[in-house]
């Protein structure tokens, strides 16, 4: 399968722990998202990567998140002392975008389930 | 603050029933559209997007979208659902300068058989 990766799949953390997700994107993809869903909503933005470099992070990331694509390649997202309020699912998408032209396509991975007691 | 709205959360169809889904977005400048879609257990795919150019755009499995400016939507139609179409449906906007893509809540569709 040569769609996105994402591990682990599932993840159960205690309040106050630190966990990492991992993203692989399709590989020639240069533009890496990452989203949070909650259950009765559509995904949320939170951070956007093109190559290596992180462009666009949403605001309502507070600073327990961090997020890094080191080589350009595969991503990493940080929660730093979980809270209840992150149980979600977080998803990953890669596209291939062009300089200069703003129309790409999306390709989701399956997400991370993430449940913070 | 820019946002998605889908008005119908359930929808509940026959087969060869007609569809039509709502999407209306605030934002006033130029954006980019989509429509995705997730069939259970599987992962959110795309089904349609718009840039530029004709208004409606043509997507897989016979769906169909409409950009009316004016109105800020971009419903999405088929005019004969199959069991198959059975999944949850997302529209999203990207404005234009931007790469942050804002979706709505979904309107989870079901076909009865």
């Known amino acids: 399968d040569t769609g996105v990766s994402q591990n682990p799949r599932h993840k159960i953390t205690k309040r106050g722990q630190n966990v990492t997700f991992r993203c692989d994107p399709i590989?020639?993809?240069?533009?890496l998202y990452w989203y949070r869903q909650t259950l009765g909503q559509g995904p949320e933005f939170l951070t956007y990567f093109q190559n290596e470099a992180q462009l666009e992070k949403s605001r309502l990331l507070s600073d327990r998140f961090s997020a890094e694509r080191p080589k350009g390649s595969f991503s990493t997202l940080e929660i730093q002392r979980t809270e209840q309020g992150d149980s979600a699912m977080y998803l990953c998408a890669s596209s291939l975008g062009l300089a200069g032209l703003q129309q790409e396509t999306q390709y989701f991975g399956p997400g991370t389930r993430l449940l913070v007691l | 603050a820019q946002s998605v709205s889908q008005h119908n959360h359930h929808v509940i169809l026959s087969e060869a029933a007609s569809l039509e889904l709502g999407c209306n977005y605030s934002y006033g400048g130029t954006v980019n559209l989509f429509w995705y879609v997730q069939y259970p257990g599987q992962h959110l795919q795309l089904l349609l997007k718009y840039f530029s150019g004709d208004p409606l755009v043509k997507g897989i499995k016979g769906f169909e979208a409409e950009f009316i400016k004016s109105k800020f939507s971009f419903n999405l139609r088929k005019p004969s659902v199959q069991w198959s179409d059975t999944a949850e449906y997302f529209c999203?906007?990207?404005?234009?300068?931007?790469?942050?893509?804002?979706f709505g809540t979904g309107t989870r569709l079901k076909v009865l058989a």
């Open positions: 999203a906007v990207k404005p234009s300068g931007t790469y942050k893509y804002i």
């Open positions: 590989s020639e993809h240069n533009r």
